[in-house]
């Protein structure tokens, strides 16, 4: 391709929207145009890259004996009707309707139309197991779209589902999957650490996610490890032994009794008030799960990590509620207390989760559902209340890793895959069948295995680049070499330059002549930009009858031959292939 003729435009500035390192780099570079908010035109050089990974993808995913199929992107809202997502998938599924008024959608994801698909073919064991996958745009209407490719509306993504007579095969699938995308991620040139994550609500569900590790603002996951054992967790599912910590109040509150507390609205101000160290306190707040209140309660020092907490009510949506809902809430109760003394005593027809730190509490203080007022000395049989315990716990740095005992760290992660056992969520309630050998017939067992193709494109970005621009891992570069004569008029430069340029060609190498009549240093900066692997440079030293020669990972630099630098480079990329 010769830089002239490319379909490229680089800009002077980073776009103004883009806030982490790859939206930035990629909107400057030229690779892609937004349209609308997280909806993106990946333009040639883009395409180029996601081209790559996804044939890369497509490999690991025959090899691991996967067949690739592609299903409609609009969807009817029948079947989802049999799944029951209809209802209950949030905002983020973008409904529409046809020309007949028939409630359609955009696919989000695909388990619904997959096991209508496989109902209808996979009818007897003897055809069991099967794992099929599709690489395709999907649209989410997400509602905070952002950091460009990272999280879209409209994305491409890699979804493949493995059907199977039992929880063995599963189980041995998902294996075979992670072992697929272990090497997939790394031929894309990436570092991932496969962690434990949320399954939501369905028990006994296990679930990993493939994470590129980053200490930048785009790794929108905690992620919690341990360096002594293989543990590592999504924050949304990690669990972690507590340091010691004072839990009983027997030295502070020699008996039971309701005091004044004014104004100690926050934990804080009530720990200062009185004295106490925040683990005598148990904190009490109000949730809305599904639409309705939940009171979670927790040991003062602690948070609640939501995705826990919804689960163990069986939700699928959390927030934390308003004053508004939490006055509202009172109401009901025949209470007025401000945020600050709620408590569970005296609440009723109320799902109430306790966090396991609340089981060995004794002497705390708790709020009592009247302002400016405390329980200090209370104990469990005083709340009076029901509680349902769970671990709802965020874990922190600091505390200790759940399998070894040896302190836990906190990074920050980009969760380009994961890997799902659905188990019978889908066939069941959609009666998708096979018979067995006796005649019997069985959901089948489901598994699901996601890859963002266009959010792994980002995050390689993510964690190669400097301060110049991308340095593209050379597997999924949009070229690998440019070739940049210094001065176009010059006839020697150019003369070597398209020879090696056509050489380079013929060997199979993806390669950039750089012919633009521009200065050296505007071509050398939009190659550093753009992030071509390799950077050949034809200017005078070629009077020498030498070439320069320049690797953008290492900053690597050497004078070789034309016909040297062209023999190295065909190696290094024959190695790739
Ligand atoms: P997230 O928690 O980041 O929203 P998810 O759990 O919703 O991801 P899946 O539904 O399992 O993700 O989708 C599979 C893969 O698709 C993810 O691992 C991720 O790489 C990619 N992906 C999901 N949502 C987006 C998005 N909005 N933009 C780009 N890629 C996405
Ligand atoms: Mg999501």
């Known amino acids: 391709m010769k830089m002239s003729k490319m379909f490229v435009q680089t800009l002077r500035e980073y776009p103004s929207d883009a806030e982490v390192i790859s939206h930035k780099m990629l909107g400057r570079a030229g690779f892609i145009k937004k349209l609308a908010p997280g909806v993106y035109t990946y333009m040639p050089l883009m395409w180029r890259v996601l081209k790559k990974i996804e044939n890369i993808v497509r490999e690991e995913m025959d090899n691991a004996g996967a067949q690739e199929l592609l299903m409609p992107f609009v969807q009817p809202k029948e079947l989802w009707e049999e799944s029951g997502r209809w209802e209950v998938y949030g905002r983020e599924l973008m409904r529409l309707k046809d020309r007949h008024d028939r409630d359609m959608c955009l696919g989000p994801t695909h388990e619904e139309i997959i096991t209508s698909v496989a109902r209808d073919a996979l009818k007897s064991y003897k055809q069991l197991p099967v794992n099929l996958y599709q690489i395709q745009s999907k649209f989410r209407d997400e509602i905070r779209p952002r950091y460009g490719l990272l999280r879209g509306r409209e994305f491409i993504m890699k ?49 990993h996610e493939f994470m590129v590790i980053t200490d930048t603002d785009a790794g929108e996951n905690d992620v919690f490890y341990c360096n002594h054992c293989d543990y590592s ?132 203080v708790v709020g009592i559902n009247i302002t400016d007022k405390h329980i200090v000395g209370a104990n469990l ?132 002549l750089d012919d633009r009549d521009e200065r050296a240093g505007v071509k050398f900066k939009d190659a550093d930009l753009i992030g071509f692997p390799y950077r050949v440079t034809v200017g005078k030293t070629i009077n020498e009858g030498f070439v320069e020669y320049k690797v953008r990972e290492t900053g690597e630099q050497e004078k070789y031959t034309p016909e040297e630098a062209t023999q190295k480079l065909i190696n290094i990329i024959k190695a790739v292939k």
């Open 381 to 512: 049989c005083d709340l009076e209340t029901e509680l349902e315990y769970a671990d709802i716990r965020l874990v922190q740095q600091g505390e200790y890793c759940p399998q070894c005992g040896k302190p836990l760290f906190v990074t920050k992660g980009i969760e380009v895959g994961n890997i799902f056992k659905l188990g019978t969520k889908y066939s069941k309630p959609m009666n998708a069948v096979y018979t067995d050998i006796n005649g019997k017939t069985h959901p089948y067992v489901m598994g699901c295995y996601g890859i963002g193709i266009s959010r792994t494109a980002a995050a390689a970005v993510e964690a190669h680049y400097d301060e110049h621009g991308i340095k593209w891992p050379i597997a999924i570069a949009p070229y690998h070499v440019v070739i940049v004569p210094v001065n176009i008029k010059d006839e020697l430069q150019m003369k070597v330059a398209n020879e090696m340029y056509e050489a380079l060609k013929l060997a199979g190498v993806e390669v950039v």
């Open 159 to 207: 979804d493949a589902y493995s059907f199977d007579i039992d929880e063995a095969g599963l189980d041995k699938e998902y294996q075979n999957m992670a072992k697929a995308y272990k090497k997939i991620f790394e031929r894309c040139g990436l570092d991932t650490k496969m962690v434990q994550s949320d399954s939501g609500a369905i028990g006994g569900s296990v679930s």
């Open 233 to 364: 967790a999504n924050s949304n599912h990690a669990i972690s032994n507590l340091p010691d910590a004072v839990v009983d109040g027997k030295d502070y509150f020699k008996e039971t009794k309701v005091i004044d507390t004014p104004n100690t609205h926050s934990i804080e101000e009530l720990s200062k008030f009185l004295n106490i160290p925040d683990t005598l306190i148990l904190k009490s707040l109000v949730y809305i799960i599904d639409k309705k209140p939940v009171i979670a309660l927790i040991r003062a020092d602690k948070a609640v990590e939501e995705t826990k907490l919804m689960n163990a009510v069986g939700g699928i949506d959390v927030r934390i509620a308003s004053s508004a809902e939490i006055a509202e809430l009172m109401e009901e109760n025949g209470f007025d207390a401000v945020p600050g003394f709620i408590g569970p005593k005296g609440m009723k027809n109320i799902t109430i989760i306790a966090d396991e730190t609340v089981r060995n509490m004794k002497n705390f």
